[in-house]
């Protein structure tokens, strides 16, 4: 469970970084992109916050 949370994590970097890159790029890749890589950072974040609270209440 614990490498699970840490690849979400990982996961959630990496999507952030795209999403800041397509950014400074700006033009045409932030408009078809950045919505989608927000919506993808969003999910992957509560999915590392699920995992995290079932962890926890493994641990008791």
Do not use: D, P, W
């Not at 690849?7 to 397509?22: R, Y």
């Not at 992109?33 to 974040?45: C, E, G």
């Amino acid at each position: 469970m614990f490498y699970a949370v840490i690849a979400v994590m990982v996961l959630v970097v990496g999507v952030l970084l795209a999403g800041v890159f397509t950014m400074m790029k700006g033009g045409e890749a932030n408009r078809k992109h950045s919505a989608k890589l927000m919506m993808a950072r969003v999910a992957l974040q509560a999915l590392a916050v699920g995992l995290l609270g079932v962890m926890y209440l493994m641990s008791k």
